[in-house]
């Protein structure tokens, strides 16, 4: 099993930026893939960004140029960057994490339970 706690989310004005972070921790020796999604109100469930434990990455087209996902593998910790935020960027942003390596692939094995991300106008 594998827990995820994701921290960081919060009240922001448009433009401006804020830090996610997930720490991961239990059986995470075979965790190769690491993303987050978002789900806005009324709104399916999107991939964000992803990354591998080669460093490939993987971003939504909304969010390129904006958002930096990052790892530090030694903190067990996963790292969401947004910069230039929106009103529509607001949704429940939530961690997950898998076993295999495709970046763009939205099977994923172990989620969160997510951070509010709410971007005013």
């Known amino acids: 099993q594998v827990q995820l706690v994701e921290s960081g989310g919060g009240l922001v004005q448009a433009g401006g930026s804020l830090r996610l972070s997930c720490a991961a921790s239990?059986?995470?020796?075979?965790?190769?893939?690491l993303g987050w999604y978002r789900q806005g109100l009324g709104k399916e469930r999107e991939l964000v960004a992803a990354?591998?434990?080669?460093?490939?990455?993987n971003y939504t087209d909304s969010v390129k140029g904006r958002f930096t996902i990052s790892r530090d593998n030694a903190k067990n910790t996963l790292y969401l960057q947004m910069n230039s935020l929106k009103p529509e960027d607001t949704a429940v942003y939530i961690c997950?994490?898998?076993?295999?390596?495709?970046?763009?692939?939205?099977?994923?094995?172990?989620w969160g339970q997510g951070t509010q991300v709410t971007v005013s106008s």
């Open positions: 997950a994490v898998k076993y295999g390596n495709n970046v763009r692939s939205s099977q994923y094995d172990y």
């Open positions: 239990g059986s995470i020796g075979r965790i190769n893939t």
């Open positions: 990354v591998s434990s080669g460093g490939s990455t």
